[in-house]
Structures are given as structure tokens and as C-alpha cells.
């Protein structure tokens, strides 16, 4: 079995980035190691170890208890070999975007957010008072990074972030995730064995890297300990005070499908183009439907991911609050229409 775990976009064709199960690791690594130009080399246990005293020392004058770093640390002899392998040459498979959205706007997903609304109806009723988002938005957020908690990752966070640390390629930008992922530990907030998530660190059921977390992670439940692995309400708040944090707009949607007349003129599409939705009806864009747009002057831009003959989308600012989650189109679009699904609209 593999779990789809994290995502990633570039150009018009979605990425996708597979974390194999422990099954399945052995397997994956030698065809990763086999087919592509990276091959990893395993470290000198001297240099690594040296490495591991010199990263304890800045992170006790960080402020990291002792007890913190023997627990946290102890029992890390050498970097995960597959997480180097993953971040270098990843699994990938390319798919248009109307495919990306397909696979993960489905029957199943669309009747598990329905189910959760109907749950969690306090909980996201508060939630959507406190931080003006709508709980559909949160409800889909959810559901398209982990399945409604269904994949959050099986890797040791703090290996994974010491493995990417210690790798040169993007060291400094891990280096200081590990020192957030340690603080998490040192606050209390999750038992150590029990901190997983993604290949790169990302945790929990709304996949925040640590110094998302330190940001804008939100203790809901009022315990004393934001648990973004169990706490089904502490995930949802903290999804919220992130998208509010990014300038989320409650009085509107984030976008809709959209229907081109013949011959529209194709320099108008891009995110950097802005004009009120009467410009693009008086342009000829429609509803997918025929009808009218919205006679609400909001300021949209005109998308088509896939490229000539795909879908077009009228998307606004809520749709950029998406990118700053995701920076992924196909991201953004499978988040909005999966809200709409949960909430019953067409």
C-alpha cells in the first residue's frame, strides 16, 4: 500500500509525491537508487556525530532542555537514508490537473466531509465565528492535505528533519525546523514517540512544518497542548488561524468553473490579471451552466491550468489565500471544489 502524503506543483502538470510504507521502502529506494542521477552516499559515522554534538550545543543555547535533546536525540546514529532519497529524486507522477482534482474531489471524500460537518458542528461553529472561515473551506482543507486524518505520514519527524539537516542541500532552512520541532517537544505538546509525519516534517492531520506550527498552531480544546495529531479540534482551529492569518476573506468564496466564448482572447488569462467580474461578463465568460455571473463587483482572475480546451476558473482572493498554503493551482482548485461539494453546491 502507498500513501499519498504531500503535494507539489510545477508548470501546468500536478505532482504528486508518493511515501512509500515500511513494506514497501526497501523496494522504492532501490529503483530511486537504480534509475536516477542522485546516488546517495552513506555519511561517516565520525562527521555525523560530529555534526550531532555541534547541532546540541546550539540548540542548548537555544534555550532546548537537556533532558529534552538526550530524549529527542538519543538513538540517532545515522541520517535516514530514504528521506535523503525522497527530497533528491522523488516518485513522481505527472497528471493534468483535471485529473489531480478528479482522484481527490470523489464520491468517498465528498460524503466523509459531509460527515464531518455534520460531527463537528460546535467545534467548527466557533471556529468559523473566531477566525472568519467558512467551515466548509476548513472541512476541505483538511480533507484534501490528509484525508480527514486518514494519511498524516509514518516517519520519525525529528530523524527526518535531523536527516534533511544534515544534508547539505537545504540545511539551514531544516536546521531551524528541527530547532521548532524540538521546542514542540520541550513544550510538552505531543509525546515523542508519537511525533510523525511526512518524509520533509511536515505534522499532523493539517501537515504544519514546526515553524508553522509555532505560528499559528492553536490549543482549541484549552488543555495546555496543541495536538494537531489527535486533537481533531485543535487541527481544525489551526487550519483556520492559518487561512484568517493569510488574509482569508469570509464574505466570499474562493472562485468558480466557468465557460469561454469562442475566440476569447488568451492574454487575459493569468493570475497577474485582475478585473471586476462585470468586465468578464461583459468579455462573455459565463457561468458553466449559461447563466449570468455574480453582479457583485469583485475583482477575479481567469485561469485555465490544463491549457487550451481545459477548464477555465474565475478564482479571487480567497483562492490566493489557498496558494500561500499550497503554492499549487491544482491545490488550490481541488480545495475549492471540494468545499463546494461538502456544502451541496453544484
Known sequence: MVNITSFSRFGDAAMIRLEPSSSLVVMILGICLCWAPFSYAEPSKEKFAHWMVEFRTEASAAGISQQTLERALAGIEDPLAEVIVLDREQPEFTQTVEEY????????????????????????????????????????????????????????????????????RRSDYFRRELLEALRIVDAGHIPLK???????????????????????????????????????????????NYLSGAGWKDDQTWGRPVRLPKEFDTSLLGLERHLPLSKWQALGVR???????????????????????????????????LRVWNKSNAFALAVGLLSDRVAGRR
Open 101 to 168: 482534482v478528479s482522484i481527490r474531489v470523489n464520491d468517498q471524500r465528498i460524503a466523509d466531509g459531509r460527515r464531518m460537518l455534520r460531527r463537528y458542528p460546535t467545534w467548527l461553529g466557533r471556529i468559523e465565528g473566531r477566525h472568519g472561515v467558512q467551515r466548509r473551506f476548513i472541512v476541505a482543507l483538511w480533507g484534501i492535505e490528509t484525508n480527514y486524518g486518514k494519511y498524516t505520514g509514518g516517519f520519525s519527524v525529528l530523524e527526518a528533519l535531523v536527516s534533511l539537516a544534515y544534508d547539505g
Open 194 to 240: 508519537r511525533m510523525k509525519g511526512s518524509w520533509a516534517g511536515a505534522m499532523g492531520q493539517c501537515q504544519f512544518m514546526p515553524s508553522v506550527f509555532a505560528r499559528y498552531a492553536i490549543d482549541a480544546e484549552g488543555d495546555g497542548r496543541i495536538d494537531i495529531w489527535n486533537s481533531v479540534p485543535d487541527v481544525l482551529a489551526s487550519a483556520a
Open 287 to 321: 457561468r458553466t451552466d449559461g447563466r449570468t455571473l455574480p453582479r457583485r463587483e469583485l475583482d477575479a482572475s481567469l485561469i485555465r491550468p490544463d491549457g487550451p480546451g481545459g477548464q477555465a476558473y474565475l478564482v479571487y482572493d480567497n483562492f490566493r489565500v
